[in-house]
């Protein structure tokens, strides 16, 4: 992480940045955008690779940033928005610093995830998809992550996985997260 | 039977559908197989003009030996091939598919722009569900379904959408602009702009013309008359040289609307803006409905017969005078034909602002060959085409994005000489400086597209030795409709760069650039659509006609003589030029028929070239003038001399100004218009 | 219950094993000792049934693709997001070189000069680790280059053609077949599309031999296999265990059968999109054609197993929401079709449920299976119409009766 992607943190999910501040970043990782394009066919292949450092550095993924992102490419914006509105981990809309991500699918409801999910948004005071005041958390109910026989199954930002998360540990890692967030 | 024969000869595929046998070219898909034994598959993603997707689902039919049912607008037929399409697995799998749409679909149809030419109206009336299977049909309650303005020509409405994404498709794949795409997924999937903003592109309509329901519609006559009610008439559109077919649809002989018609025409379906919105032009204060004369030191208004006769006396009297026959390249054949006659009589210069016919006359003495040496449809079927000057792109938007289309399909090499941006520019292998050397290098087989109208003579000297050749062959781009006919009556630049200053009577017809009179000049007998510059000026000022106003034919870029029909009813006492200096003719002596079809015959008569079925221009024996080089209007403002007169394109011009953000293209390459 | 230790051989370590836990690349080394056409024959003749869930042979998609023109892509299908599917993350994690050098050997046979993983987005920790792990064995694959490239949370990139688009950056819808993958893949060029552990699999065999591959399993199918168990069962987790054995070995051996006080309601035995065994359909070999022949699906082998607490009403709306959700737009019965019957659900659920509710649950699923594009939705729609013919009873108490008395997940 670049010194300049640390100082962004306190924006990150819930500020639009400038056209200016994008394209200075995109300046930034220029040689490892051009590393990634080198690796298929098409310029357009490394879009979603593109799209997860995006991701990392501003948190969601408002036009201003699909639209440098494209031109970085050689695409259309349109095709930008496209892929960012049809993947689930790319967000147009502002979130929290930290998503908290619940998995909600068959094997973790059978343990128990919506009591799980009801019990974060009590703690947080927030409702799904929706930034806390001070811009720190959201929630999101997803779909299976992967890790069905630890379920239920919490994942924050890129995190590891937190397993076997029972409503009586939310109030705990919310205060740890707090303290210690993830990047 | 040799090999290539065996290629060459399209091989004849024999199917049976429910009770028809039908004999099709291989490759055909079945559904297109079944409207050819006249029967009808319903469908919504599938579009003749488009690649297949099937994705919508509406046109499954059984196909003897293949399990479950078949997409039929995806597959090919087989010899032999048995189809059902009125089995009861189809007729229920049709119904089914139109059921989940009508579940989410408001039936808003009274105040719908679509009713009457909506195919989601036309199949479930004829396929069903005459009931929908499951919930009641929605009111979509609470929901406010009117539609988003996307501009303030198109709009749209997500509720109406069924999501075949033809709109989509085609702006990507055969306008190659992008500008709509689709946001989220699944259920939530919707068509969308970028960011969902205003809709930032040429506006050629095509999407309007491909929905299937009223989603996207069009603003101008919104709400004025049913589709049902409008009259069809296929003309050509005169606001370029590429002479494109567009269908008016009128009222009264008010034109509503443009569209096109893939299935007629040189443009296949392909439109500009200024096709597609450019046809409000007759309306405005602007417009000049009397003849008026100057009395005094003023216009006034005058019977016809008295500023013709005005006008007799006038070139009467001048015998001996200095004249100058200024013609616009939106003239029609007819229109050029009669006032070429009139200045063969009067001993006048014919002159224009073109250099089209100035470099067609060079063409055919250096090179022996009178113009575009291919068509439109052969330049894209080429190994490699050059744009030759920045200007050559712009000017025909329909054949620049056959060009787009063809490198996307099938890899034609473009090269783009001048300077860069241009959107054509990321599809060319090469872009660079126009420098006549580079030009040399081309690969043989090249074709060069030159833009005429500002080449430097360095530049058109290497273009000519290359077509002398041989090895290269040639389409010049018109930028207006008939210029390529202004070359073949001899109105010639170099004329009136020569012969302007020292003109003693000017004679000036249709929309011209020229907006004072020339110092010397004592008479100007002018006519035009509408008040210019030029016609203030004039002492004698002829209404004249528009193109959409009047019958006439046009010469192409690629040579082709196109006719176009009267599709608006003539405003005020305008009469086409054609009448106005075909009456004067035949005043001063000359004994011109007054009807569209005799004069294109006579004229055919004065200048065999025209009879051809390939139209070329025959120079030869006049000496060739001087090319000028400096002070040319800008190939937009070339084009822009009807469209300027535009309400419609008026106003995309300031929403295209307000958008430039929400452009599918860098900053540099945004739209204008 | 028979148990085996190959592809979790390392899995014991407790940590990603390293270059140095794996050892020398002994299958690549035999495989690069022979022609590549004669690697194709030898996976040919092993079977090996795709682990992804279609069971596609390798070797055949192997031999398709051989004969198409060069340049040729190999694709790793690292998607896994079938609900109650765990057990390609286990390889990645746990053991990355084992995957490595199967992708190394099937790039040999393809004569593939590039390959990439498709992991899904959300494996962060196993993206890591698979880099890490192709860097430290680079001198090993070379002249293979081997890039790892993320999707971003969209179930229907596990479908090869929605993921070959997904690979060029677009949507991950799925492609008009023909033409297929194995002539027009990723870039247009032919391209074999192999699941993570179908390719784990390989280099197994080119270690230890065919005859091997062939002593495990029973004559309906070969090799070893990783079952995931999750849902209600004691000991949820991944066995590897040769193909064949039973579904009640694996719930009730390995996993320790439902929680004390529970028995046994239903079954998933491949992810959510196969269709749920009732109990007294577990003692079906767990091998595609066996659990075939019960009209379900062996699948991805991620066992979900729901005891009788559940309402089944309840566990239909939670799958059918997954797949409403991640339905690619499409397809007009996938997009709207699953949308409706969630929507019906729901509103069962909450008590507002008709009989007609129950007419359209008899024949739409049918129809959406007979119509729509892909598997998605035919997956889904299978899936729910089982449920509803099997547990009909359970809908009926909703709709008549003012609810089924159990509690809500």
Redo the contacts between chains.
Sequence with gaps: MSAGERMSREGKGMRTPAREEVREFLREIRPEIEELCS????R??????L??RLRRRFGFLP?VV??EAA?V???????V???V??????REKPCGRQVI?VC????C??????KVIETFKEVLGVDLREPTPDGEFSIER??????????PVV?VN???YYDNVKPEDVAGLVERWRKEPHE | MGESEKVSAPETVKLRIDDRFVAVPAGTVVLEAARAAGITIPRFCYHPRLKPVAACRLCLVEIEGMRGLQPSCATPVKEGMIVRTQGDAALESHKEVLDHVLRFHPLDCPKCEATGHCELEDFTYEFGPHRVSYYEPPGLSGVDYNEKPWSPLIRFDRYKCVQCTRCVRVCAEIHDCYALTTDYRGHETVISTFADGPLHCDHCGSCVDLCPTGAITQEPSRYWKKDWEYEHRATICAHCGHGCTIVARTSRNRIAKIESDHEIGNNGGRLCSLGRFGFDIHVGEERIEKPRVRREGRLVEVPWREALEEAETMLRGAKNSKMVALASGFLSVQDLFAFERLAKRIGAAKAAESREGDVLERLSRECGISGSTVEFDEVTRASGVALIGAGAWERDYVLTILLAEARKERGLALRAFGRPPYRIARHCVEVRELEPDAIRALPVGTVLIPDVEALSEETLSAVMEMVRGGDYPLLLPSAQANSRGLGLFGFRRSVLDEKLSEAEILLAAGPLHLNARPGGCQALIVSSAHRTALSEEAEIVFPAALPYEKPGAYLNAAHQLQEAEAVSRVVGENWPDAAIWGTLANLLGDSLPLTPEALLEAAREDFPALSDPRVRVGGGGEEGGRLPGAGLPGSREHEGLLASRSDYLRQLREHLERSRDFSPFPPEEAFSC | MKTTVYLSERFELGRTARLADYGEYRGLKRAREMAPAEVVALVKTAVVEGRGGAGFPAGMKWEFATKAPRPRYLVCNADESEPGTFKDVQIMERDPHRLIEGMAIAAHALEAERAYIYIRGEFVRAWRILEEAIAEAKELIAPLEIFVHPGAGAYICGEETALLESLEGKIGQPRLKPPFPVTHGVFGRPTVVNNVETLSCISLILERGVEWWHSLGTENAHGTKLFCVSGDVVNPGVVEAPMGVTLREIIEEFAGGCRPGRSLQAVFPGGSSAPPLAPDEIDVPMDFKSVAKLDSMFGSAGIIVVDDSRCMVDVAENVIHFYAHESCGKCTPCRDGTTTVEEALKAILDGRGSEEDLRYFEEMPKRIFADCFCPLAKGSMWSFGAIFRKWRDDFEAHVRGGGCGRERM
């Design positions: 690796r298929y066919e098409t357009r292949a490394a879009l979603i690779p799209l997860h036009p699909q639209r031109f490419l050689g695409i259309a914006p349109g095709d928005s496209r892929v509105g049809f993947y689930s981990l790319f991500m909600g699918t068959l094997s409801a059978l343990r128990g995830a919506n997803v779909e299976c992550l992967g890790w069905c026989d630890k379920a994942q890129d995190s590891d």
